[in-house]
């Protein structure tokens, strides 16, 4: 029974799957190298659960349950009693290496490792470790507490029971699971990288701009946000990264090149919601342009 839970990285998933995890009655540690990161993720838990209050969802009492069940801690190693840890930092292979090679000294032998990654290989982030066998991919979709699906990504290495044991907890955790095979972008990031590639070049080419864009597809398109929204959602940092690294991958397949547009963006720390600025403007008064 996985019931103590690791998260690393306290960002925009990491916050996101602590929820999930407390919710369904596990204790869970989240640990960031970054103190003010921890200190956001807490505070946004509050805000988050205070408004489910608010809408009846939840009760005071199941509130203080969720808040109960996390902790916030300041090194790696506290999370060594964790029977299942679930990496969620920046998308960058060497870093996530590092961070799984260190984990592997805390931890007891049956521990299983995930990551949340997004593209990157699941094989090669085990092969960091000296026993690849417990280490798989765990992809959740953000936001992590609303979205029901999860990708569930077994490397090369993953032995069958850490695949079972990790499916049988994401289910627990009243998602739905997808296993996917461990290719770049898996299934949705790659089936979503033709979706902003192919709107940002409409609006490259001068075809329409984004509030255009993402206009015709929610109101005609039936999606929910539009891709420049989305983007800026998700943060044009990741997503930019995610599209590099698929694209990297599929031995630089045009389907998935990367855009200017958005590598730009990304420079000038125009990042999305996260950042006030990306496709549009989030600063308090800011107009949305019509389309
Ligand atoms: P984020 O930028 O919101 O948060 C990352 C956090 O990791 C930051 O708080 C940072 O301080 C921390 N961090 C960085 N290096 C660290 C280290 N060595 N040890 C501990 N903490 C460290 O990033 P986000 O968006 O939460 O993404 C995290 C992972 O989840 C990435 O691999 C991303 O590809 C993946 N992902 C992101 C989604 C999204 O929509 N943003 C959706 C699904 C997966």
Same mark, same amino acid.
């Given at each position: 029974m996985i019931k103590k839970v690791g998260i690393i990285g306290s960002g925009t998933m990491g916050? /996101? %799957?602590?929820?999930?995890a407390a919710t369904a009655d596990c204790s869970v540690k989240v640990f960031d190298t970054n103190l003010?990161?921890?200190?956001?993720? &807490?505070?946004?838990?509050?805000?988050?659960?205070?408004r489910l209050v608010e809408k009846g969802r939840i009760d005071t009492e199941e509130k203080q349950r969720i808040q109960g069940n996390i902790s916030y801690v300041h090194t790696l190693k506290d999370l060594g009693d964790s029977h299942l840890i679930i990496e969620a930092i920046v998308e960058k292979l060497d870093i996530k290496q590092k961070v799984f090679s260190e984990?592997?000294?805390? %931890?007891?032998?049956?521990s299983i490792l995930a990551s949340n990654t997004s593209s990157l290989s699941i094989a090669s982030i085990a092969a960091a470790c000296d026993r690849p066998d417990r280490v798989v991919g765990i992809h959740f979709f953000n936001p992590a507490p609303?979205? &029901?699906l999860v990708e569930v990504v077994p490397a090369v290495?993953?032995?069958?029971?850490?695949?079972d044991k990790a499916v049988t907890t994401i289910k627990e955790w009243k998602k739905v699971v997808a296993v996917a095979k461990d290719t770049p972008g898996f299934i949705v990031n790659r089936v979503a990288r033709p979706f902003y590639g192919e709107a940002l070049r409409i609006y490259e080419e /001068?075809?329409?701009d984004f509030a255009t864009i993402d206009w015709a597809l929610k109101t005609k398109g039936g999606f929910r946000m539009g891709p420049f929204e989305l983007m800026d959602f998700i943060g044009n940092d990741v997503n930019y990264t995610v599209t590099e690294t698929v694209f990297t991958a599929f031995y630089y397949d045009a389907r998935y090149r990367p855009s200017f547009t958005q590598k730009r963006l990304s420079e000038a720390g125009y990042l999305g919601r996260k950042s006030g600025r990306g496709y549009y403007d989030y600063t308090e008064g800011a107009e949305k342009p019509e389309p």
């Open positions: 916050s /996101g %799957i602590a929820q999930v003010d990161a921890l200190d956001r993720s &807490k505070n946004v838990l509050e805000k988050v659960l205070t984990l592997e000294t805390y %931890i007891a032998p049956d609303l979205m &029901k290495q993953t032995s069958a029971d850490v695949l /001068g075809l329409a």
